[in-house]
């Protein structure tokens, strides 16, 4: 084995352990740390955060990388040789042109702010979070400037590190052609309101039994209790330490039971995504997943396809029954379907329908551009959420809270992370479409509760190559397309039809 | 300000941090890891104490401290500079004085002999356990020849490690003065063993009542939501982030009450000690307790001192006969009392009671002495071992599972741990007759559930100097003597008279 490449891996090793460190610290911070530790913690994060893109950016790995550069164009592009050579270049190249100082003051100001809008979205106290994004708002431009090419747009440079190649003209057009279908849909769906009543749900749902009834239905699909965890975070994420140690989050409301069920489902997408690349890729930068379009596809994929889809549900059902006779026992399966799939302008993102859920990723992307391009401060952010909640959904935001203060995103730096969602729904699709072609007698499968047809056809398809391969790379590999909303659109009609049909 | 300090620090944060990341790492690694995470896990804490290491054992650091020598001579003993300045000299010169090599060896041997510990003592299998036993004891002796003045002894060079100054002539003095009141008191006891009968403590104690009743204890001392965790571990343990975030565990043992209890008592100790350092010391290498003895000395006095005292309990028992009416209910608070203060000699160093507790101190510390200083052959432990078993506490050992092999210590190559339990013990004594000198009405505020009064003592006689001064530094401050046992020989005397007495 070529000397330069061990090396490389050696140096990288140590900057994944870094990673592994500095995902713990946060993953901590949100569900187990003590408040008065926040302050240490923040520093400790900074540093972390500094130590591993100082190692990352060093002027060694520069030489490995322009020493290994011939040698790994000689091997076959999607080798695990290639693949690292390739991928680290591309990410060693953004990473120095970033100092490290601002990366760490990113860092730093994030885990305050974080802290700062639990606080601010608590009280619905916009103005008490405003100078967290002002300072965050100014940090993010200053690092995109860093990466931009001359006289392309600062946001471009951003949406890259979610999804690398991804452009606000090809998101926008993205955008453009989903509301040209989306509109229409919602639409009729909203003359025919009245075939669906979400009011059946309603109930008491002890957040112990909750939890009980999420763990049942995880473990079905895939949870395994030796390398998974299921937590509590006012803002549910997953993340992972290594292959064998994924964390999950959730919060129950007691009066909701949809919220914290399919949220679980959600991350568990994410979770069997990033504990299913291949052990052969372990602490390197390969191990994890690729980009934030395919994440949320593995995320919306099992939430919503799955999830919220009737096979699925024809399974679980006399499960869910037994666990909450009330209000369930005597309610009909069609009907509870009907429910949880209700289609409702509504406030919170996380709680919205899949097809007004596009329309609230649409104004982030919109005013996130606006804040990055200058053309929007954060003083006005509250008024122009509120007038774009009423333009795009028809209704009032009665407060921050449950307006522009409802999402982390913000306080974490993350601008150019939200048209991913929407870009995770049409991928997920896209990857449905295929599944139901190569894997028979899938939907009878998950009718009757067998979870690893799809499981093992994600796995070799997607989970297995880490981050070998770019999004469009890993989309056009197993579609033979890039993104394509039609699917997706396709996907809605056909089952919106179907819920709110006669 | 001095910039050599100002970097001196800003270089002791960095490390600080990392070892920051690595208590975090632990904890979660005791606490919530999932199974399959421990061999990413591993690689990720060797990174990061490596980088730690290498980081504090700088050229530059040394390069400043030299710089800051003649600076810090002419600052006060007790200022915050001139402290910094001579712990991290002492710990630099010790750091550097180790070759990176044998620590990689001690902590891979380390690694090893634990996972061998853990089968020899399942399997009470001596032979099994002594060849890595053999290579530790080589491995700390050349350690302890890295370390150690011309002519001195090894073992002294290990006992610095967790008490700086210790000697064995000194530990030896201490224990000699012990046992000359420690037996004749044990056969006192022995003459009157039918007056106290654990019997009645049995009962059922579900977890999660105990845990209730627990955390009901660990407010009332000064356990507080904000800046402390209490979760379950296999071994019970505190650690610490930052002053803010103490992390604490104990496990429960649904049929007995007091190891649990008892145990967060002890922990308590540790963290109140670990939470009130200075603030201004904090991410300096002073920001931590001073010595394993004074660590003990806070465990021992609330454990044992106060929560296994009558004045305790008369605030308490009643809330304890509320939360477990069975047993309780019907049971005199003086049965209880001496009931939980039962002494008898038995086989597990870690169930001992007071009176006995140091014995199997002694007998460790004088095996380990043996081991480093070649007078004694691993080959010839056991037997060595349940001599002494018989001659100081008068009982047979049935098996090396039971004996020999029942602590994990000399698997991890911790020789000279042993002794500062005992220290702890001795200035837990030393500390309480200064505590009830200085604070007036101490004992009735402690019998009125006020424990206010010992803390704000303890912490500004101990805990707000984090590491500014050495364990015998401190002593002498607070006592204006060195570790004396007489108190608490007195304090046993007085003690276990009263319990008992007739």
């Given at each position: 084995?070529?000397?330069?490449?061990?090396?490389?891996?050696?140096?990288?090793?140590?900057?994944?352990?870094?990673?592994?460190?500095?995902?713990?610290?946060?993953?901590?911070?949100?569900?187990?740390?003590?408040?008065?530790?926040?302050?240490?913690?923040?520093?400790?994060?900074?540093?972390?955060?500094?130590?591993?893109?100082?190692?990352?950016?060093?002027?060694?790995?520069?030489?490995?990388?322009?020493?290994?550069?011939?040698?790994?164009?000689?091997?076959?592009?999607?080798?695990?040789?290639?693949?690292?050579?390739?991928?680290?270049?591309?990410?060693?190249?953004?990473?120095?042109?970033?100092?490290?100082?601002?990366?760490?003051?990113?860092?730093?100001t994030a885990?305050i702010a974080g802290d700062a809008w639990i606080e601010a979205r608590k009280a619905s106290d916009f103005p008490a979070f405003r100078p967290h994004l002002e300072r965050m708002v100014a940090l993010k431009r200053?690092?995109?400037?860093?990466?931009?090419?001359?006289?392309?747009?600062?946001?471009?440079?951003?949406?890259?590190?979610?999804?690398?190649?991804?452009?606000?003209?090809?998101?926008?057009?993205?955008?453009?052609?989903?509301?040209?279908?989306?509109?229409?849909?919602?639409?009729?769906?909203?003359?025919?309101?009245?075939?669906?009543?979400?009011?059946?749900?309603?109930?008491?749902?002890?957040?112990?039994?909750?939890?009980?009834?999420?763990?049942?239905?995880?473990?079905?699909?895939?949870?395994?209790?030796?390398?998974?965890?299921?937590?509590?975070?006012?803002?549910?994420?997953?993340?992972?330490?290594?292959?064998?140690?994924?964390?999950?989050?959730?919060?129950?409301?007691?009066?909701?039971?949809?919220?914290?069920?399919?949220?679980?489902?959600?991350?568990?997408?994410?979770?069997?995504?990033?504990?299913?690349?291949?052990?052969?890729?372990?602490?390197?930068?390969?191990?994890?997943?690729?980009?934030?379009?395919?994440?949320?596809?593995?995320?919306?994929?099992?939430?919503?396809?799955?999830?919220?889809?009737?096979?699925?549900?024809?399974?679980?059902?006399?499960?869910?029954?037994?666990?909450?006779?009330?209000?369930?026992?005597?309610?009909?399966?069609?009907?509870?379907?009907?429910?949880?799939?209700?289609?409702?302008?509504?406030?919170?993102?996380?709680?919205?329908?899949?097809?007004?859920?596009?329309?609230?990723?649409?104004?982030?992307?919109?005013l996130e551009?606006g804040l990055i391009?200058g053309?929007l401060v954060p003083a006005d952010l509250p008024a122009a959420w509120n007038?774009?909640?009423?333009?795009?959904?028809?209704?009032?935001?009665?407060d921050d809270r449950?307006g522009v203060l409802q999402d982390i995103h913000w306080s974490q730096g993350?601008f150019?992370?939200?048209?991913?969602?929407?870009?995770?729904?049409?991928?997920?699709?896209?990857?449905?479409?295929?599944?139901?072609?190569?894997?028979?007698?899938?939907?009878?499968?998950?009718?009757?509760?067998?979870?690893?047809?799809?499981?093992?056809?994600?796995?070799?398809?997607?989970?297995?190559?880490?981050?070998?391969?770019?999004?469009?790379?890993?989309?056009?590999?197993?579609?033979?397309?890039?993104?394509?909303?039609?699917?997706?659109?396709?996907?809605?009609?056909?089952?919106?039809?179907?819920?709110?049909?006669?």
């Amino acid at each position: 084995m070529n000397a330069d490449y061990l090396r490389l891996r050696e140096l990288l090793a140590e900057v994944q352990d870094l990673g592994a460190a500095q995902a713990l610290l946060e993953w901590d911070q949100r569900t187990m740390m003590p408040a008065r530790g926040s302050a240490a913690r923040a520093e400790a994060l900074a540093t972390i955060v500094r130590l591993g893109f100082e190692r990352f950016a060093s002027d060694e790995i520069g030489a490995l990388l322009d020493a290994l550069g011939p040698w790994a164009a000689d091997l076959p592009y999607e080798s695990d040789e290639a693949s690292l050579v390739r991928v680290t270049r591309r990410e060693y190249d953004k990473a120095r042109r970033v100092p490290a100082t601002l990366k760490a003051e990113i860092a730093r100001t994030a885990a305050i702010a974080g802290d700062a809008w639990i606080e601010a979205r608590k009280a619905s106290d916009f103005p008490a979070f405003r100078p967290h994004l002002e300072r965050m708002v100014a940090l993010k431009r200053e690092y995109a400037a860093c990466l931009a090419a001359p006289g392309t747009d600062l946001y471009d440079a951003l949406l890259d590190d979610y999804e690398p190649g991804l452009t606000a003209a090809a998101a926008t057009r993205m955008f453009d052609a989903l509301r040209s279908g989306l509109v229409p849909l919602l639409g009729r769906i909203r003359e025919r309101a009245g075939a669906v009543d979400e009011r059946v749900l309603a109930g008491r749902f002890p957040a112990d039994r909750q939890r009980a009834f999420c763990l049942s239905v995880l473990r079905a699909i895939g949870f395994d209790d030796d390398g998974f965890r299921l937590d509590v975070s006012a803002h549910p994420f997953e993340t992972r330490m290594a292959a064998g140690d994924v964390r999950m989050t959730t919060r129950y409301d007691e009066g909701r039971l949809a919220d914290a069920l399919f949220g679980c489902i959600h991350e568990l997408g994410h979770g069997l995504y990033e504990s299913g690349v291949d052990p052969a890729l372990a602490r390197t930068p390969l191990d994890r997943g690729t980009s934030m379009g395919i994440h949320e596809s593995q995320s919306r994929l099992w939430e919503n396809v799955v999830g919220r889809g009737l096979p699925f549900w024809r399974f679980f059902y006399p499960k869910l029954q037994e666990a909450f006779p009330e209000p369930f026992a005597c309610l009909p399966l069609e009907t509870f379907w009907r429910a949880i799939n209700r289609v409702e302008p509504s406030l919170i993102r996380v709680e919205a329908d899949e097809v007004t859920y596009n329309l609230h990723v649409l104004l982030r992307f919109e005013l996130e551009r606006g804040l990055i391009g200058g053309d929007l401060v954060p003083a006005d952010l509250p008024a122009a959420w509120n007038a774009r909640m009423r333009e795009y959904l028809g209704i009032a935001v009665p407060d921050d809270r449950r307006g522009v203060l409802q999402d982390i995103h913000w306080s974490q730096g993350d601008f150019g992370y939200f048209p991913t969602y929407t870009l995770g729904n049409v991928i997920a699709s896209q990857l449905w479409e295929r599944a139901r072609a190569e894997v028979p007698g899938l939907e009878a499968a998950i009718e009757a509760g067998e979870f690893a047809p799809l499981r093992r056809w994600l796995h070799a398809a997607i989970h297995h190559h880490g981050a070998k391969f770019t999004g469009e790379e890993l989309l056009a590999r197993v579609t033979g397309r890039g993104a394509d909303p039609a699917p997706y659109l396709a996907y809605l009609e056909g089952k919106y039809g179907a819920v709110y049909g006669g």
